[in-house]
T-cell receptor
Framework: EPEVTQTPSHQVTQMGQEVILRCVPI?????FYWYRQILGQKVEFLVS????????KSEIFDDQFSVERPDGSNFTLKIRSTKLEDSAMYFC??????????????FGEGSWLTVV | AQKITQTQPGMFVQEKEAVTLDCTYD???????LFWYKQPSSGEMIFLIY??????QNATEGRYSLNFQKARKSANLVISASQLGDSAMYFCAMSPARYNFNKFYFGSGTKLNVKP
């Protein structure tokens, strides 16, 4: 069964460093997302991406964050200067047609980011 | 504003019994999707079941069924014949049509423990 894959599964970084989290969405999907989950808390929407541009973003997704689809298969999340509060599990997800009519979004296994 | 409420932070159920996990939501959108996800201790998010706001019948997927009561804005998940492998966090989520179903709002989750 097709799946969303993410790398790395776990990364430890120093505060102030740049981090890039990588994702390979399901191949025929058109919508891509990043969500995050701070330990013990709910999953929070960060950004959605369609047709090579951001379609929605949350207040969490400030200027420190950016997303890119550098080629036909990868979808990346960059955090320019990490802060301690960026420590979280970051989930990439994708969907075929914007999750309408029951076409749900499929999550990757997550990238656990620890900022020290 | 969109809001998902899961009032049960933790629940216990005996193996082979049925359990209901509660979810209420608040939205002014006439069209939306409702979803349940399972998050085992390993961290991945696994899609379980979907209900559209205009669907007349309650959704079912194997041992999972969704008790959708639109007037009460509730979308409870029923797991029949619980198994030990059902022990996990369960998240209710909603995706409003106004964002083209591109944005999911998650509840705070219910931790289910299945006892042998």
């Amino acid at each position: 069964e097709p799946e969303v894959t993410q790398t790395p599964s776990h990364q430890v970084t120093q505060m102030g460093q740049e981090v890039i989290l990588r994702c390979v969405p399901i191949s025929n999907h058109l919508y891509f997302y990043w969500y995050r989950q701070i330990l013990g808390q709910k999953v929070e929407f960060l950004v959605s991406f369609y047709n090579n541009e951001i379609s929605e973003k949350s207040e969490i997704f400030d200027d420190q964050f950016s997303v890119e689809r550098p080629d036909g298969s990868n979808f990346t999340l960059k955090i320019r200067s990490t802060k301690l509060e960026d420590s979280a599990m970051y989930f990439c997800a994708s969907s075929g047609t914007g999750a309408s009519s029951g076409n749900t979004i499929y999550f990757g296994e997550g990238s656990w980011l620890t900022v020290v | 504003a969109q809001k998902i409420t899961q009032t049960q932070p933790g629940m216990f159920v005996q193996e082979k019994e049925a359990v209901t996990l509660d979810c209420t939501y608040d939205t002014s959108d006439p069209s939306y999707g409702l979803f349940w996800y399972k998050q085992p201790s390993s961290g991945e998010m696994i899609f379980l079941i979907y209900q559209g706001s205009y669907d007349q019948q309650n959704a079912t997927e194997g041992r999972y069924s969704l008790n959708f009561q639109k007037a009460r804005k509730s979308a409870n998940l029923v797991i029949s014949a619980s198994q030990l492998g059902d022990s996990a966090m369960y998240f209710c989520a909603m995706s409003p049509a106004r964002y083209n179903f591109n944005k999911f709002y998650f509840g705070s989750g219910t931790k289910l423990n299945v006892k042998p």
